[in-house]
């Protein structure tokens, strides 16, 4: 039985103590400028490997930007800021068009589209196309995750959790198109996800959804049955084609027995890589992972998760070594080989055009940052390929060897940026309004520090460059858990954007301290996965303990007007620490934070779940818990279309508050998500929090 750890308040923790230089104060500026950088993402290479797409997002403002012929510039022309999310964007084979999915269903990937515009009708999620010349829009359909034939004659996606297509035809090189009326290209008996054709349009696969497994199911066109890859007792996904078509190889994992709880261990039987005829559904498993270190599957959220080498190598990532590493295979079996060797952790992964190596993002040589690294698929040793004082993510293959990324520091935004002779250029189809402050904003200092049982934890401290002797402090902590803070931009929108608060919380006079606990990704296994965290103990809390201890040790912080904020997990973390600790945390902002882990985890599996021991656990090591001691002003936050988070847990826990007569601020947002999608909604939400703590904690400005 996992047992509750115990929170020493004495942290035996060594601080680093920096002397701000006599400086002139900073240029105070406001939340909108600071949140007016465009954030690009999504990006992606044409099929041939010649021309670049990614999505530029700006003041709510969604837009599809494309690099051709040597030419950066933007596809679609939305305006408003309407929480219409655009994901999966792609280019038609002739690089003419582009398609991509506006809206989204959120966590789930199913149900009512989210509209936080609160419209008297929502707007479907539907699938785009773009005219690259022309400049017109074209709505082929209602449904998401769309993916274009390589025939460039049809569109496939996922709607109502089977798959449609229609038929594309253009008769003036592209500039307009027209399309058939979309119809079910074939049907399976559970719920279908991630269409993936064949490398010559003539079959389509797809994870087949049936409860207790999954299957991966092929459909050519016009035949009359399905083949499925290998079935088994087993959930089967992230398939990929072979280069010729010929085969698919897909991950296999262990199905759940019945009554499978989430505070059983995982299953025992180690996952396995499986390939089979694309034509038949024969085939086999190629490779199993041992048992130990790395026989569950755990990979980034990426789609893909195989690649093939045009020589039949299977390309993967396993952390036998408590590191997630890449790793070869052959096609036809074999054993394994480790391509990075290391104490790092490879993340994002896209084979070179020419398939004999694969591109891939890594914090080899700096575990608090973010460069591209290249390495064969015959082995060698690994290449820097990016790297400086910036962070690099999201590598693209083009066909000349060259390869772009997007590229982002402390004071510049995320842009996407060409790799090509040996030098780097912008090809940013947005540039960076003149408001945005970036000489104002101060370099994170990366640092460590130990927490009572002795982890090393890293973070980033913020000082304020006004030359003042003390100033009020907060602790940052992130979300997920599963997540890492780097020293500047983040990869995901939504770090971004609490980076740039922060910014703006340093410009009012705090020093933030931003935390890197246990349950983060990056620093292996085993800070990972760490026992009795989250409502297994909440182990990670020592960690937000022992930022805060390296915070009153350091001679320029009031430790009387010490704070916390944070979101989602970071928020359940923030009202975890006025709970238990009003007596260290003055004040804290909780948005979209967890309350009572035994209601979270009977939603989640609808129905009671655990032992009344497990209960007596999960409850402990909720906020919901302290709520008797729970004595320093706290501003709560959350959208009721909350999909990640139920919005039943802030109700819960507001009027819990309320009933004992809590100093309570909140921030109720009709219709809004988890993490906020139109922008006046989280501009609104990121100076309330702003004014919020700079009024209990007494920031200068």
């Not at 920096?18 to 690009?40: E, G, H, R, Y």
């Not at 130990?292 to 039949?312: I, K, T």
């Not at 299977?314 to 890449?326: N, S």
């Given at each position: 039985?996992?047992?509750?750890?115990?929170?020493?308040?004495?942290?035996?923790?060594?601080?680093?103590?920096?002397?701000?230089?006599?400086?002139?104060?900073?240029?105070?500026?406001?939340?909108?400028?600071?949140?007016?950088?465009?954030?690009?993402?999504?990006?992606?290479?044409?099929?041939?490997?010649?021309?670049?797409?990614?999505?530029?997002?700006?003041?709510?403002?969604?837009?599809?930007?494309?690099?051709?012929?040597?030419?950066?510039?933007?596809?679609?022309?939305?305006?408003?800021?309407?929480?219409?999310?655009?994901?999966?964007?792609?280019?038609?084979?002739?690089?003419?068009?582009?398609?991509?999915?506006?809206?989204?269903?959120?966590?789930?990937?199913?149900?009512?589209?989210?509209?936080?515009?609160?419209?008297?009708?929502?707007?479907?999620?539907?699938?785009?196309?773009?005219?690259?010349?022309?400049?017109?829009?074209?709505?082929?359909?209602?449904?998401?995750?769309?993916?274009?034939?390589?025939?460039?004659?049809?569109?496939?996606?996922?709607?109502?959790?089977?798959?449609?297509?229609?038929?594309?035809?253009?008769?003036?090189?592209?500039?307009?198109?027209?399309?058939?009326?979309?119809?079910?290209?074939?049907t399976v008996r559970g719920t279908a996800s991630a269409p993936l054709w064949s490398p010559d349009g003539s079959r389509i696969a797809v994870v087949d959804h049936r409860g207790d497994h999954t299957f991966v199911a092929i459909y050519a066109l016009g035949a009359k049955d399905l083949v499925f890859a290998a079935p088994d007792f087993a959930n089967d996904g992230f398939p990929a084609w072979s280069p010729d078509g010929t085969s698919i190889a897909l991950v296999r994992r262990p199905a759940r027995a019945i009554g499978w709880s989430v505070y059983d261990d995982p299953p025992a039987q180690p996952w396995s890589i499986v390939v089979a005829d694309a034509r038949t559904g024969a085939g086999r498993?190629?490779?199993?992972?041992?048992?130990?270190?790395?026989?569950?599957?755990?990979?980034?959220?990426?789609?893909?998760?195989?690649?093939?080498?045009?020589?039949?190598?299977?390309?993967?990532?396993?952390?036998?070594?408590?590191?997630?590493?890449?790793?070869?295979v052959p096609a036809r079996g074999g054993a394994a080989r480790l391509l990075t060797p290391g104490a790092f952790e490879v993340e994002q992964v896209t084979p070179t055009a020419d398939r004999t190596a694969l591109l891939y993002t890594s914090n080899q040589g700096d575990l608090d940052s973010r460069h591209v690294w290249k390495v064969a698929f015959a082995g060698g040793a690994p290449g820097r390929v990016s790297g400086g004082p910036t962070n690099q993510w999201s590598p693209a293959a083009l066909g000349d060897g060259s390869f772009a990324f997007i590229d982002a520091g402390y004071a510049n935004p995320p842009q996407v940026t060409l790799f090509a002779s040996g030098s780097t250029h912008a090809l940013s189809a947005e540039p960076t309004p003149r408001v945005f402050p970036a000489s104002a904003l101060v370099e994170p200092r990366v640092v460590t520090f130990h927490a009572p049982d002795g982890l090393l934890l890293h973070g980033q401290l913020l000082v304020p460059a006004d030359g003042a002797a003390r100033h009020p402090a907060l602790v940052f902590v992130h979300g997920g858990p599963q997540r890492q803070i780097l020293p500047g931009f983040n990869t995901m929108e939504a770090y971004t954007d609490l980076y740039e608060l922060t910014q703006e919380l340093v410009n009012r006079g705090f020093e933030v301290l931003s935390i890197n606990y246990r349950d983060g990704i990056m620093y292996g296994h085993?800070?990972?996965?760490?026992?009795?965290?989250?409502?297994?103990?909440?182990?990670?809390?020592?960690?937000?303990?022992?930022?805060?201890?390296?915070?009153?040790?350091?001679?320029?912080?009031?430790?009387?007007?010490?704070?916390?904020?944070?979101?989602?997990?970071?928020?359940?973390?923030?009202?975890?620490?006025?709970?238990?600790?009003?007596?260290?945390?003055?004040?804290?902002?909780?948005?979209?934070?967890?309350?009572?882990?035994?209601?979270?985890?009977?939603?989640?599996?609808?129905?009671?779940?655990?032992?009344?021991?497990?209960?007596?656990?999960?409850?402990?090591?909720?906020?919901?818990?302290?709520?008797?001691?729970?004595?320093?002003?706290?501003?709560?936050?959350?959208?009721?279309?909350?999909?990640?988070?139920?919005?039943?847990?802030?109700?819960?826990?507001?009027?819990?508050?309320?009933?004992?007569?809590?100093?309570?601020?909140?921030?109720?947002?009709?219709?809004?998500?988890?993490?906020?999608?139109?922008?006046?909604?989280?501009?609104?939400?990121?100076?309330?929090?702003?004014?919020?703590?700079?009024?209990?904690?007494?920031?200068?400005?």
């Open positions: 039985m996992k047992r509750l750890y115990g929170m020493a308040l004495a942290l035996g923790c060594a601080a680093l103590v920096f002397t701000p230089a006599a400086a002139a104060p900073p240029a105070l500026f406001s939340m909108d400028d600071v949140l007016s950088a465009p954030f690009v993402e999504d990006l992606t290479a044409s099929p041939d490997h010649r021309a670049l797409v990614w999505t530029v997002h700006e003041r709510g403002a969604r837009n599809v930007a494309v690099w051709k012929d040597g030419v950066a510039r933007n596809v679609t022309s939305y305006a408003d800021d309407d929480g219409a999310e655009l994901d999966a964007v792609q280019f038609t084979p002739d690089e003419s068009a582009v398609v991509f999915e506006r809206g989204g269903a959120g966590q789930d990937g199913g149900g009512e589209n989210p509209d936080p515009t609160a419209p008297a009708k929502r707007a479907p999620r539907r699938i785009v196309l773009a005219s690259i010349a022309g400049g017109s829009t074209l709505e082929l359909g209602e449904g998401g995750e769309p993916a274009v034939s390589p025939k460039g004659d049809r569109v496939a996606w996922i709607a109502k959790g089977q798959v449609v297509s229609a038929t594309l035809s253009t008769d003036d090189h592209g500039k307009t198109w027209s399309a058939g009326k979309p119809e079910p290209l074939f498993v190629v490779w199993r992972a041992d048992r130990g270190m790395g026989h569950e599957f755990s990979a980034p959220g990426d789609a893909a998760h195989l690649w093939w080498s045009r020589d039949g190598e299977i390309g993967f990532m396993w952390e036998k070594d408590g590191w997630r590493h890449l790793y070869a085993d800070f990972r996965e760490p026992p009795h965290r989250g409502y297994l103990g909440a182990s990670e809390y020592q960690d937000v303990l022992a930022g805060a201890t390296f915070l009153r040790a350091r001679a320029d912080v009031d430790a009387k007007r010490l704070g916390i904020y944070g979101l989602s997990y970071g928020g359940y973390l923030t009202a975890l620490a006025l709970a238990r600790n009003s007596d260290i945390f003055a004040a804290g902002a909780d948005m979209s934070g967890v309350h009572d882990w035994r209601q979270i985890l009977d939603a989640w599996m609808e129905h009671p779940v655990g032992t009344a021991q497990q209960r007596a656990i999960a409850y402990a090591s909720s906020p919901v818990s302290g709520i008797a001691t729970l004595r320093s002003p706290i501003f709560l936050s959350q959208g009721d279309d909350d999909r990640n988070v139920p919005f039943a847990q802030g109700v819960d826990f507001a009027e819990r508050l309320r009933d004992r007569g809590a100093d309570v601020t909140d921030l109720v947002t009709p219709d809004e998500t988890h993490e906020y999608i139109v922008y006046a909604h989280e501009l609104a939400l990121y100076q309330a929090v702003s004014n919020f703590l700079a009024a209990r904690l007494h920031a200068p400005r």
